[in-house]
């Protein structure tokens, strides 16, 4: 379903929907990057070109929350479950790589064998509002992993710019009920005008790596040595990745803790008897690139990559795993 | 330069007096740089200089014990280096220290966020206040034969932290509270600070467990300030952190505020001689104690 | 949650076994009348103070931090104080500049045999943390700001 619709009768829309949940969009901080945050007034939203540094993930995969936590009761050890928060909320202003991500998180937190509560709790509740990517940075490369700038999977809405009037692609049954009253409908023209758009804003993507199928004939490579020489082992990729859901438990103050870790850190394979298999870095880079590039799609059919490019952006000494996956040294077919 | 460089470094490997030479290379997205590490005199060719070579190299010394290594370093690196030496992390007789001449480097964050039409190159903060080349360490020095920039004469190293220093005590609360909401405890700052060498960090003990892991403000505000402590005499102001914090919180701010303290109370400044001992392993009779009951 | 009529400052005082502490037992035996208000943990120097304790002694919510050792040039150690009283220094200007009140963390000079002045000390001490208020560092640092998913429960914290 497409609609018309201006910036202030989306805005107000948004204010109306104040009421029932919590509203969390993009902001602009100087200098500083371009956040997700519960926004209150709809002027501060952020509808530019620029791309947040945190991905929604966080609001999915928590970067640390507690799971229960212990008590005595009469002498005897009792476990407590930790109530799960159940507003309902609206995610504005993500871009639709973050939004595949979700769907690949979804394939491990929602999975037959185990289904995590507080991950699908937080998907259960919250609407995710997509815009499309005017204009991909340098570092993007969605479109070689089966994402795009116009890709609508794993959204309720997706929302195209264009001057003061957005149209919005309405995708899922929740986001009709909502807004199946607010704007206008497209002429003929108007459509067409805006497949031509879509269409546009796919192929001017023009950064494109050939991602292998399998990567298993280069374990040994002296490759890994060679790309992993600058990493810092800083986790900063990890943690910006919209793909990314390694974590580690901690116990604390009679709590249990779930915070993000990655396999970039050192201690990350530690074991209890002192025995860490993931020691040198090549070992830890060549884990990183190995679990995105080959050992998922052996377990789900996908590459656990959207193509963002934060990674890229973020990191302190601009190591580019699209270049390291590009250039392994396979034969191509 | 680069050409001198270049020769210099192909210079070293040929002579084996290095086995490693750790420079700058073009990155993959043909603007910035990236540390590159040449074992072979082919390579060298890779070496580049220019304004985007922003990183310390030095915290890459560590990686290499024992091997004999040439680095490429600007005046801001060579202090690294020296505290480095100081305490008994790296031999002298294994480095080859190759200075540039540097007239500064770009801030990218700035220029990132800034207006993208404007060409001109946003350079860092740490710059401004950059006393080039009073140290006589280095092993080879490539000098600039272009115009030297001038850095502002009145420019106040301090002025954030005295700006700071005079808001009440609950702004300033308010003020890193903020900042430190954002931080993610991706440990950047820590990776790719030289000095932070610890095998075990203490942020990353559980037993005694010193601060939480959660994301919340406690966890954060211990871990930045520890941090801060446990640098204080030995920060010598290189930005990196700054620079590969993710999320953008001042921590040059706080480093510098305790440079500016070290200097003020015990005359003392991290990384000038390698024959200094370090601030806390030493004092003096007189030190200041107006502070105590 | 904390009832304001009814708090009284908690402080934590670190005292150096030879020359403080010995001058806070003299005060005791001595029948000399301070403030209940302060919990003491021995240390053998106050050159073993670590920053990092102050740290979290303020996080977990004690309203105020006292660090006691000899006297300049008295240290059983001989150099024990020189080494703390140069590393408080910049802690004390550091957590100020963070934006804690300065009043939270003092350290003294307390000899064996100044018991009198060990009182007058806390008895200071604990005036100042009575007119600095409680320490609402602690609440406030565990969920300011912080999304509602995305908060811990404070009042289900116990102190271990």
Redesign the interface.
Known sequence: MLKIITKEDLHKILISLLSGFEIIGPRELSHKGIFYEPITDMKSLYWGEGFATEPVKKFFLSPSEYLFKGRYDNGKEVLDDLPLTRNKRIIIGVRPCEAIGLTLLDKVFNADEYKDEFYLNNRERTILVGLSCLKPDKSCFCTSLGGSPESNRGLDVLIFLGGNEFIIEIITETAKEILKNSGRDLSQAETKAWELDRKRRKESLNYRIEVPESLDKIFESEYWEDVSRSCISCGVCTFLCPTCHCFDLVDEKRKKLRCYDGCAFCDFTLEASGVNPRLAKKERYRQRVFHKFDYFKKNFKENLCVGCGRCIRFCPVKINIAEVVDKAPLVKS | MVEELRVKARELLKNKQVELVIGYQRASDGVSATPCFIENEKDTDLLIWDAYCVYNLSSYLKDHPGRKIGIVAKDCDLRSVVVLLQENQLKRENLFILEMECQGVIDERRLQFSDKQNQEISFAQKCKSCQSSKLSISDYVIKDRGEKRKTPDDYDEYGPIRKMEVKATSERLKFWQEEFFRCIRCYACRQICPMCYCPKCVAEQAQPFWFSKAINLEGNFSWNVTRAMHLAGRCIDCGECERACPVGIPLRDINKKIEKDVKELFSYEAGSSTEAKSLFACFNKNDPEGFIK | MIEEKDWEPKIVAFLCNWCSYAGADLAGTSRMEYPPNVRIIRVPCSGRMN??FV??CL?KGVDGVLISGCH?NDCHYS?GN??A??????????????????RRF????VSASEGDKWAK?VG?LVDEMKSAGPNRF?D???????????Q??SD???V?
């Open positions: 920053p990092l740290i979290k996080m300049i150099e020189f080494y009283r140069r590393r408080f220094a910049v802690f004390k200007k550091l957590l100020e500049y963070m934006g804690i009140d300065p003092q350290m003294s000079w000390v200071e602690a406030r640092l565990e969920n300011h700001g912080l999304p509602s998913d995305r811990t429960h289900e914290v116990e271990t």
